[in-house]
């Protein structure tokens, strides 16, 4: 019986509960401060403030003081009882030994047990619940009485008082089960709405992992080419570093050859010598006239003169014509392997527009005031200052680079020989072409398709664009050659005609740098 009377003591006046984080009003009076503040809160707006307990006034929000003391008693008596959901819900009546309760009370704040629900009062205020701990919590903070109704304006559940006396005087009011039921309704909406979005996200995790696995597969074909590649450009490389040091090593044991050589001569030579100095010493001139004759002496000399003249210098220019030779067979080698076949771009007058000169080497294209009086035909752009390439690409890979420098209004880019030649969408990132497009006063350039643009993060920190085709993977990408070169955006498509060069430039001019072999 003690430990129930400490428990009343213990439980804070609003939620009926043992205090958490107790906090006191300057009447004295104790509460949750959670219990306390909502207490409050439901008090702005009118003539002031009270305490729950003794309806004490205040003019202004009191403030509110921790009783540390008070919170020490009530978390020592919390650890010294049974756990609650191990204990569940007893009986408030049966006192004596716990008896699990079948209902709870929310008018009486009691649970019950069978025997006490047969004897407990079957008016209509007695609400009945499933057997609770905290039955408080289906009553107003403010009157303590059973919440009814639901505010509309505050989106808050109200009793009967709130409505009369309260501070929902006025309010549009609902019952709880039709408010209910429209929040259920809205949370199905809702919840149709998440599921809607989950399964479209699905179905980009599951487009993009099949993306990924695409490019894995490529990526990983191309690494296992490139690998290949390189391993043969070592194997080949080392072979020519092999023949090209076995060379100059042969040209310099040329020297100790003919040295050899003249070692030998220098030998005859001292040999003969002797031999004549004998024969001259010789009295007897019979022996002297008889001995063979030296002549060949002067001929072995020129021999040896001519093989050492034949010897000379190191031949660093044989040296240097074996090495670039073997590298130019290497290079001439792999150019089918990572080396991008070279796209040499004309630019095709027939395509030109009136208001574009075409420079003689039909490389650069300049904006014009004066009409170039070229004949109207099917094939010639009338609407924008454009001119497409001569030359098309239906299979490969290819790239070209263009000279923006001198202009600050062009697009360049990729177009199908069927694109509109007088409407709107014949300019170049209308629906049959694909399009860089030059900056705005901010710098902002862009990426063109279908007429539709993306705005580029940054600006081009460069006066030379790359255009880079892969006709079979269905890329067109742009690349800013900067230092290192930048990728700026990469179109994916399926292409279904040839591919031409296209330019649109409308002050200035900008000139095609030409295709070139290369990564």
Same mark, same amino acid.
């Given at each position: 019986m003690a430990s129930a009377d400490l428990s009343e003591e213990l439980e804070c006046p609003v939620c009926l509960t043992i205090y958490t984080d107790p906090v006191m009003l300057r009447c004295g009076h104790n509460f949750c401060r959670v219990c306390?503040?909502?207490?409050?809160?439901?008090?702005?707006?009118?003539?002031?403030?009270?305490? *729950?307990?003794?309806?004490?006034?205040?003019?202004?929000?009191?403030?509110?003081?921790?009783?540390?003391?008070?919170?020490?008693?009530?978390?020592?008596?919390l650890s010294?009882?049974?756990?609650?959901?191990?204990?569940?819900?007893?009986?408030?009546?049966?006192?004596?030994?716990?008896?699990?309760?079948?209902?709870?009370?929310?008018?009486?704040?009691?649970?019950?047990?069978?025997?006490?629900?047969r004897v407990h009062s079957k008016a209509p205020e007695h609400v009945l619940c499933a057997p609770t701990t905290s039955p408080e919590t289906r009553k107003c903070?403010?009157?303590?009485?059973?919440?009814?109704?639901?505010?509309?304006?505050?989106?808050?559940?109200?009793?009967?008082?709130?409505?009369?006396?309260? $501070?929902?005087?006025?309010?549009?009011?609902?019952?709880?089960?039709?408010?209910?039921?429209?929040?259920?309704?809205?949370?199905?909406?809702?919840?149709?709405t998440l599921m809607t979005d989950e399964k479209e996200a699905e179905k980009r995790v599951q487009s993009l992992e099949e993306g990924r696995r695409k490019a894995q597969e490529k990526a990983d074909g191309e690494a296992e080419r490139v690998t290949a590649l390189f391993r043969d450009l070592r194997r080949r490389?080392?072979?020519?570093?092999?023949?090209?040091?076995?060379?100059?090593?042969?040209?310099?044991?040329?020297?100790?050859?003919?040295?050899?050589?003249?070692?030998?001569?220098?030998?005859?030579?001292?040999?003969?010598?002797?031999?004549?100095?004998?024969?001259?010493?010789?009295?007897?001139?019979?022996?002297?006239?008889?001995?063979s004759d030296t002549g060949d002496l002067c001929d072995t000399e020129d021999r040896h003169d001519k093989q050492l003249h034949d010897g000379g210098d190191l031949d660093v220019a044989g040296i240097s014509h074996t090495l670039h030779t073997g590298l130019a067979d290497i290079m001439s080698g792999v150019t089918g392997g990572i080396y991008i076949q070279p796209a040499d771009i004309l630019l095709d007058v027939t395509t030109a527009?009136?208001?574009?000169?075409?420079?003689?080497?039909?490389?650069?294209?300049?904006?014009?005031?004066?009409?170039?009086?070229? *004949?109207?035909?099917?094939?010639?752009?009338?609407?924008?200052?454009?001119?497409?390439?001569?030359?098309?690409?239906?299979? $490969?890979?290819?790239?070209?680079?263009?000279?923006?420098?001198?202009?600050?209004?062009?697009?360049?880019?990729?177009?199908? *020989?069927?694109?509109?030649?007088?409407? $709107?969408?014949?300019?170049?990132?209308g629906n049959k072409s694909w399009g860089l497009v030059s900056g705005d006063d901010d710098n902002q350039y862009s990426v063109r398709h279908d007429s539709e643009d993306i705005q580029l993060p940054d600006g081009i920190p460069s006066d030379r664009v790359r255009i880079y085709l892969d006709y079979e993977a269905g890329q067109i990408s742009f690349y800013a050659l900067c230092d290192p070169i930048r990728h700026l955006h990469t179109f994916t498509a399926t292409f279904t005609e040839p591919l031409h060069a296209g330019l649109c430039v409308w002050d200035g001019c900008i000139k095609i740098s030409g295709g070139s072999q290369g990564v």
């Open positions: 306390i503040e909502r207490v409050l809160d439901s008090q702005e707006g009118s003539a002031g403030y009270s305490c *729950p307990e003794c309806r004490e006034k205040y003019k202004e929000r009191p403030g509110l003081h921790r009783n540390i003391a008070l919170r020490n008693i009530a978390e020592r008596f010294t009882q049974p756990d609650q959901e191990e204990a569940g819900v007893h009986c408030t009546y049966c006192v004596d030994s716990p008896v699990p309760a079948v209902m709870s009370c929310v008018l009486c704040d009691a649970s019950l047990c069978d025997n006490h629900l903070s403010v009157h303590k009485k059973i919440l009814e109704y639901y505010c509309t304006e505050d989106a808050s559940c109200v009793c009967v008082s709130c409505t009369v006396i309260g $501070g929902h005087v006025g309010h549009k009011m609902m019952s709880l089960d039709e408010a209910s039921e429209e929040k259920k309704k809205k949370l199905r909406n809702d919840l149709q490389l080392e072979e020519l570093e092999k023949r090209v040091l076995s060379d100059i090593t042969k040209r310099v044991q040329h020297y100790d050859d003919i040295i050899r050589q003249l070692e030998i001569k220098k030998a005859e030579l001292s040999r003969k010598m002797r031999h004549i100095e004998e024969l001259c010493h010789m009295t007897d001139p019979l022996t002297v006239l008889q001995e527009s009136n208001n574009l000169h075409i420079s003689d080497d039909r490389k650069t294209a300049s904006w014009s005031h004066i009409e170039q009086n070229r *004949p109207e035909t099917p094939e010639r752009f009338q609407v924008f200052p454009q001119v497409l390439s001569s030359r098309s690409f239906s299979s $490969g890979q290819h790239y070209w680079e263009v000279d923006v420098g001198g202009s600050d209004w062009w697009i360049v880019g990729m177009c199908y *020989p069927s694109i509109d030649r007088r409407g $709107g969408q014949s300019r170049i990132g």
